[in-house]
Structure formats: structure tokens, C-alpha cells
């Protein structure tokens, strides 16, 4: 499996994307991806890691989904106060570059941003977009690090806003963590440091 070598040196915690879902009603995301979690599925659950919290969410049908969008606002309930950092994990970007998918990534927002928003929650890692890209709005840092080694996509700078950081690049993020802020580097194959923000500090 490709995640294997991975897997054997590090933390390994999914999120279901578009690509995963199996017409056929097949399992093979759980199968390969399996894992005990607190929601006892691997659609959504949480976890915590050091001084954070981490959401993990299925954004395949979330619109619909009344008990994940039910689990996901008593969790941030229940930890609300309890971690320094609280974060989530979802596939498809609540915001995009990509003028096609933004209809879509409209609508995730409207129902998702003003609940991470209202709960103070720091952080939004997503995929599903082949590129990277980060945007700071109402308080919530949004990253989409899409550039694994699929094809990359072509982006439309009129979507962003000033303070935003954008690129066309194949790359992975390494988040240094501490009791004050969260910082990121966002680096090539090689190791080499494309960019560098701050999702949080306080």
C-alpha cells in the first residue's frame, strides 16, 4: 500500500476524499486505512495530539449529513477550552482557485465556516485542490496542500484576497507547533522552503 513506509515512521490519520468513495459499496479506504477512533468509523472522528485537537471530517456528502455535522458541533463543544490549538481535517477546501469548483467549495463554507468560526477553531488543512494555497478569514487559517504529486491545477488569482499565499507546485507542509502559535513551511521534494506563515498565535 502506498501509505506503508509512511505509516511505519509516523502518525497516520486520514480523511475520506472524493477518490475514495467506492460506487460498487466496496471498503477498500477502511480496509487499507483502518484504524480505532473515537467515532468507531473512519468517515469522521477526532483525535488529540500534544497541546491539540484535531477534527477529522468526511466532506464527500456533509451537506446531508445531519449526524456528522450533529458530532462535529458537540465536539467542539466538549473541547472547547480544554487544548491550546484545535484544528480540522477535511478534503474538499471550503475555499478555492479554481472557478469551476467554486460553486461547491460556496456552499461548504456557508454551512461549515461560521461554525469553525463561532468555536474559535485556528486551523483548516484540506486537499482535493492540486495546488497550495492559504487564506486567512474571520480569524480561520485555511491551507490547502494539494500538490502530493497528482497533475497540478492552474489557479485564478482574482479569487484570492491581499495576505493570501498562493503557487503551482508540487510540495508538503511540516507545522511546527508550540504553547503560543502554530507555524508553517511549506516545502519541495527536496526539502526546500516555497513558503512560510503563521496559522495561529495567541
Not at 18 to 36: A, C, I, P, Q, V
Not at 118 to 138: C, E, I, N, P, S
Not at 145 to 153: K, Q, R, S
Not at 165 to 175: D, M, N
Request: contains cysteine; charged residues 25%; proline residues 4%.
Amino acid at each position: 500500500h502506498i501509505t506503508a513506509g509512511l505509516r511505519k515512521v509516523a502518525p497516520y490519520y486520514p480523511a475520506k476524499g472524493n477518490h475514495d468513495l467506492e460506487r460498487s459499496g466496496g471498503t477498500r479506504y477502511e480496509k487499507y486505512l483502518g484504524m480505532e477512533t473515537n467515532t468507531e468509523q473512519l468517515r469522521y472522528y477526532s483525535f488529540n495530539y500534544g497541546n491539540s485537537h484535531f477534527l477529522v471530517l468526511d466532506t464527500n456528502n456533509l451537506l446531508s449529513d445531519e449526524p456528522q455535522l450533529q458530532w462535529l458541533q458537540e465536539d467542539l463543544k466538549a473541547t472547547q477550552g480544554k487544548f491550546r490549538h484545535r484544528f480540522a481535517v477535511l478534503h474538499q477546501p471550503l475555499f478555492t482557485l479554481i472557478p469551476r469548483r467554486k460553486e461547491g467549495s460556496d456552499r461548504l463554507c456557508q454551512k461549515l465556516q461560521p461554525i469553525f468560526t463561532a468555536a474559535k477553531l485556528w486551523g483548516v488543512f484540506a486537499g482535493h485542490d492540486h495546488y497550495f494555497y492559504m487564506t486567512k478569514r474571520d480569524g480561520v487559517t485555511h491551507i490547502t496542500t494539494g500538490g502530493g504529486g497528482a497533475p497540478l491545477y492552474d489557479q485564478d488569482a482574482s479569487l484570492t484576497q491581499p495576505g493570501d499565499k498562493w503557487g503551482k507546485f508540487h510540495h508538503f507542509l511540516r507545522v511546527k507547533v508550540t504553547s503560543k502559535q502554530a507555524q508553517a513551511e511549506v516545502r519541495d521534494a527536496e526539502g526546500k522552503v516555497l513558503e512560510k506563515f503563521t496559522i495561529c498565535s495567541h
